[in-house]
């Protein structure tokens, strides 16, 4: 039995592109070492650089990063920045990045990932970045006390695959991610891209807010806004079909006088 496939949409287009390890490690190197310097073994951009590698290949957990690089070679340890062939372990990943200052890592990153050219201007709707809150996972367990889980509203890019800015939002003053999406939207270029979103995004000051920074969106309506929701379903509803009554108007038969021509005879007494 055959079967035809049901047509798909094309997906959207991803970039494919090679990062030589050492630009990751001077992308991280301005990010501060919350360490002292007496003990310290590993060199921060090297552990920074192996969890960059690590997760671009699928290993997310702390766990699986510290298990990734102790499978590698030397030669490839060596790469990444570690002078000896040994990687750390879990537990001083664990120590580390839960001291390290998340703004200055993502800022690195940021301009790693997406660098700001003077004077380059791409083209309109050439990139999507959806915008989503997040609350972060596997955290409260290594954490001293009982503590809120990190809630925080990121700005992702379709065409890359990177997170290009995130604002945590403050869970002990119950901040909703409508409160701070103002502000994450301040943080990078918007010549060019399309800010997607589900229907909770679909708000009137960030549209305008984007579209003054030179940007467009594109944004679900859903039941939440149930007037603009008509409203929109009202101008892309098909037209009605137009009725037109015909009128025919039967006059009546009137009966006239037949006329007939007058006969008149010839010389020759024929018609």
Known sequence: MQSTPSPTHPATPH???????????????????????????????????????AILANHT?????????????DAIKRALGFPKPRTPHVSTLQRLFRRLDPDALAAALTEFFDPQVPGEVPARGSEGVAIDGKAQRGRRRYEPG????????SLFSQMVGVVLAQVALDQQAHEGELTVAAEVLEQIDWHGRVLTGDALDCQRRLCAQVVEAGGDYL?????????????????????????????????PAVSAPLLVPAYTPSKHGSP
Do not use: K
Request: glycine share 2%.
């Open 15 to 53: 970039v494919h592109f090679s990062v030589p390890v050492s630009d990751i490690r001077a992308a991280v190197a301005p990010v501060p070492d919350p360490r002292r310097r007496q003990g310290t073994r590993f060199p921060l951009p090297a552990i920074l650089t192996l969890a960059v590698a």
């Open 146 to 153: 009982r503590t809120h889980p990190v809630h925080s509203i």
């Open 61 to 73: 957990s702390l766990l699986a990063i510290a298990e990734w690089g102790a499978a590698q070679t």
């Open 219 to 251: 944004f679900l309506v859903d039941a939440n806004q149930p007037t603009l929701q008509a409203d929109i379903e009202q101008v892309f509803a098909p037209s009605p079909p137009v009725l037109a009554t015909v009128y025919i108007r039967c006059l």
